[in-house]
C-alpha cells in the first residue's frame, strides 16, 4: 500500500438508528474511518457488530426504511453521500461505487442471463455503443478468471458453481471500473480453494486498477491474507483500527484478541493415536452412490453423477474423524449414506455387527437411535412451529418414551448444551445461529446415540460462536465417550476436532490418516492444495491444540 494515496472515502460520526423494538437503539454508534486509493480495508467483526450496516450506508442500501442514519457524514471526493438524492445515489452505484454482496444467487437475476446482467449496467448508465457492449462484458468475464467466456454469458446462475457465480457478481462489480469496491463477505460460503481463488483475485484487481476496497468479513484468516488496515467493530463500535500487521501481530483491544483466540489453529500439536485400543463402532465398506437425470429432450443423454466412489472407511470407539474436501467432493452425501437419509447403491455401512445400508424402514428405525445427525443449517433444520421442548423430546416420544419422561431429559440435554431449561417453551426463531445449534445438539443426543454424524455444524456460525460450540462439543465427547463423524471443508476447524481425516475428492477418498501426519506431511497434490490454500496460513493464528482443547 502507498501511504501517501489519497483518501477516497471518508465516514465520520456515523450513526444508524434501529426500530424502536431492536434490542439495542443503534446499529450503529460514532464510527469513523477512512479508505485510501491503492489499499483494502477490513471491517471485522460478529454478526450484529454492525460491519455490514456501515457498507450498506455507504449507497443507501439499508433492508428496512425503519433503519435510518440519525448522524454523520460520508464523503466522497468532497460530497455527503448521506446528502445526495436517490437519482445520484444511481448514478454513482457501480461507476464509482460498486458492490458485491455475499450471497450471489439472491444478488443474481435467477430467471435471467449472465451475461444479460451485466449487459444491464452498460445499458442503465448509457456506457459505451450497443454494438461494443457485448465484446466489454466478454472481456470483464475473462478478466476475473471465468473459464469460456461466451458460455458464461448465455448461462442462468443456477448453472454456475458458487465460486463461478461470485466470479461473475465482481466482473458485474468492476465493469464500469468503480474507484471503490465494497465486498461484504464475499468468500463466507465458499469452500478453501474458491476462497483462495477470490482473495488472490480481488487483491490482483484492485492493484491492477488503483481501487480501494472495503472487505467486510468476520474471519481473521481471510483478514491475515488481504489486508493493509483493519476495523475492528464490536456491538456498533470501533474499538480498535490500524494498520493490519500492527494489529495481527499486537491487538490492543481485549475484543481484537478474543477474535484472533477464537481462529482454529493449523497446529495439530497434542494429537496422538490414543484409539487403537477401542473396538470399531462404524465401519463403511465399498460404499457407492450415483445421481441421474434425463434430459427435457427425448435424445437428450442422461447426466450421471458419482458421488460417492467406493468409500471404504471405519471409526473407533471414542473417536472423531473428520470428513474434509471442497464442495461437490461428495462429503454430505458420504453423511447422508452412512446415516441412511439418503440410500446408497451400493456398499455396507455396519454399526458393531449390524449392516443397516439394506435395511428395511422398520427395522432401521430402531437402528437409527444409535446414530444421530446434526446438520450444517441451525435455521432450516428446526420445525419453527415447534417449541424446543418438543423438537427435543419429539425423537424419545417416538421410540416409546413417556411425553413426562422426554420432557425432563430435554430439559437435562439444554442444560448439558449450556441452554437455560426456560428455553423448552420458546420457539427457534427466538435463538441466535449459535443457540440453534446447541438446540440442534441436543435434538440429536435425545435417543442417546452411540454416533453423531455432525455435517459442517459450525460454518454458518461466526468466529467467537464456533469457538463456544467446538469446545461444547469437545466436553460432550469426554463426557458422553461419543464416537463422531464430522464433514467439514474448514481446514483449520478440522485440525483442532478431529484425530483422524479422510480427504474427499469427487466421490473418492484420496488420503486419509492421523490429524497430524495428514496435516504435517500430506502425500495426496489434492491434500497439499487444500492445506496451501487455508486463509492466514502464513500466520500463527488460533490457540493450539491444547489451549483449545
Not at 150 to 171: K, T
Not at 456 to 463: I, Q, T
Amino acid at each position: 500500500m502507498n501511504h501517501t494515496s489519497p483518501t477516497l472515502l471518508r465516514i465520520e460520526g456515523l450513526t444508524i438508528d434501529l426500530p424502536p423494538d431492536a434490542d439495542r437503539p443503534h446499529a450503529v454508534e460514532d464510527v469513523s474511518l477512512h479508505l485510501n486509493r491503492d489499499e483494502i480495508l477490513c471491517i471485522v467483526g460478529e454478526s450484529g457488530s454492525g460491519k455490514s450496516m456501515v457498507s450498506r450506508a455507504i449507497l443507501g442500501l439499508f433492508a428496512s426504511s425503519k433503519i435510518k442514519v440519525s448522524a454523520g457524514r460520508i464523503d466522497f471526493s468532497g460530497e455527503d453521500l448521506l446528502h445526495a438524492t436517490p437519482a445520484r445515489i444511481r448514478a454513482l452505484r457501480t461507476r464509482h461505487i460498486a458492490m458485491v454482496f455475499q450471497e450471489p444467487m439472491t444478488a443474481l437475476n435467477p430467471v435471467m442471463k449472465i451475461g444479460h446482467q451485466i449487459l444491464e449496467v452498460l445499458e442503465v448508465h448509457g456506457e459505451g455503443a450497443p454494438e461494443s457492449r457485448r465484446q466489454r462484458v466478454l472481456d470483464i468475464l475473462a478478466a476475473v478468471n471465468l473459464p469460456d467466456p461466451p458460455r458464461i454469458f448465455d448461462a442462468y446462475p443456477h448453472q454456475l458453481s458458487g465460486g463461478q457465480r461470485q466470479r461473475a457478481m465482481i466482473a458485474m462489480a468492476l465493469v464500469l471500473e468503480p474507484d471503490v469496491l465494497i465486498a461484504d463477505e464475499p468468500t463466507t460460503a465458499l469452500d478453501v480453494t474458491t476462497q483462495a481463488q477470490i482473495l488472490a483475485l480481488i487483491r490482483e484487481i484492485q492493484r491492477k486498477r488503483r481501487m480501494g476496497v472495503l472487505f467486510i468479513t468476520h474471519d481473521f484468516g481471510v483478514v491475515a491474507d488481504i489486508a493493509d488496515r483493519i476495523v475492528v467493530m464490536q456491538h456498533g463500535k470501533v474499538v480498535e483500527q490500524g494498520a493490519a500487521d500492527e494489529i495481527l501481530s499486537a491487538p490492543k483491544a481485549e475484543y481484537t484478541r478474543a477474535l484472533l483466540a477464537a481462529v482454529p489453529s493449523l497446529d495439530p500439536a497434542g494429537k496422538a493415536d490414543s484409539f487403537e485400543s477401542q473396538p470399531t463402532v462404524l465401519r463403511v465398506e465399498g460404499l457407492q452412490k450415483t445421481y441421474g437425470s434425463m434430459g427435457l429432450l427425448p435424445r437428450a443423454r442422461a447426466r450421471r453423477v458419482h458421488a460417492v466412489r467406493s468409500v471404504s472407511l471405519s471409526i473407533r470407539r471414542g473417536e472423531t474423524l473428520g470428513i474434509v474436501g471442497e464442495s461437490g467432493s461428495g462429503k454430505s452425501t458420504l453423511a447422508r449414506c452412512i446415516t441412511r437419509l439418503v440410500d446408497p447403491d451400493a456398499g455396507q455401512i455396519r454399526i458393531d455387527d449390524l449392516d443397516i445400508a439394506t435395511l428395511g424402514q422398520r427395522a432401521l428405525r430402531s437402528a437409527r437411535r444409535r446414530m444421530q445427525m446434526v446438520f450444517q443449517d441451525p435455521y432450516g433444520s428446526l420445525d419453527p412451529r415447534k417449541t424446543v421442548g418438543k423438537l427435543i423430546a419429539e425423537g424419545p416420544i417416538v421410540h416409546g418414551a413417556p411425553p413426562a419422561q422426554a420432557r425432563a431429559k430435554a430439559q437435562e440435554l439444554l442444560e448439558l448444551v449450556g441452554l437455560d431449561k426456560r428455553a423448552l417453551d420458546r420457539f427457534p426463531h427466538e435463538f441466535s445461529g449459535g443457540q440453534r445449534q446447541r438446540i440442534g445438539l441436543a435434538r440429536a443426543l435425545a435417543l442417546d446415540p452411540d454416533i453423531l454424524v455432525l455435517d459442517e455444524p459450525v460454518s454458518a456460525l461466526d468466529v467467537l460462536v464456533q469457538e463456544q460450540v467446538l469446545r461444547l462439543l469437545a466436553d460432550i465427547r469426554r463426557r458422553l465417550g461419543l464416537t463422531m463423524l464430522f464433514i467439514t471443508h474448514d481446514l483449520r476447524v478440522a485440525c483442532q476436532v478431529c484425530d483422524r481425516i479422510a480427504v474427499m475428492r469427487r466421490g473418492e477418498v484420496v488420503e486419509s490418516g492421523l490429524v497430524a501426519r495428514v496435516f504435517e506431511r500430506p502425500e495426496h497434490p489434492y491434500t497439499q492444495e487444500l492445506l496451501a490454500a487455508v486463509p492466514g496460513r502464513h500466520r500463527r493464528l488460533g490457540l493450539s491444540t491444547q489451549e483449545a482443547m
